[in-house]
């Protein structure tokens, strides 16, 4: 199971940092990916790590203004999002697998949280 927090309203420019907690599993054992879905739109790919950490993968679109990284002693993965705009806006979905862009890469998904970035 995952469980992500840490979304909420944003001006421009500013900062959110989301959390995704795992219990059931190995979470070491899953590579990490955060994807979102802006409403009307697909859901699309924004940030992957690796099992050790290693490797981040971002998207274009956030690459420069998005950290993943993951702490395996917390069963813990997050998103640092910097210099936020409103096209940032969407539901952000945590999900686990191997790793990847793909979202077929991943077989456990969170919940969701809302991201609004707004004046």
């Known amino acids: 199971q995952l469980v992500e927090s840490g979304g909420g309203l944003v001006q421009p420019g500013g900062s959110l940092r989301l959390s995704c907690v795992a219990s059931g599993g190995t979470f070491s054992s899953y590579g990490m990916g955060w994807f979102r879905q802006a409403p009307g739109k697909e859901r699309e790919f924004v940030a992957a790590?690796?099992?050790?950490?290693?490797?981040?993968k971002y998207s274009e679109s956030v690459q420069g203004r998005f950290t993943i990284g993951r702490v395996n002693a917390k069963n813990t993965a997050y998103l640092q999002m910097n210099n936020l705009a409103p096209e940032d806006t969407a539901v952000y979905y945590c999900?686990?697998?191997?790793?990847?862009?793909?979202?077929?890469?991943?077989?456990?998904w969170g919940q969701g949280t809302q991201v609004t970035v707004s004046s």
């Open positions: 790590i690796t099992t050790g950490g290693l490797f981040p």
């Open positions: 999900a686990a697998g191997t790793y990847g862009s793909a979202a077929d890469k991943y077989n456990t």
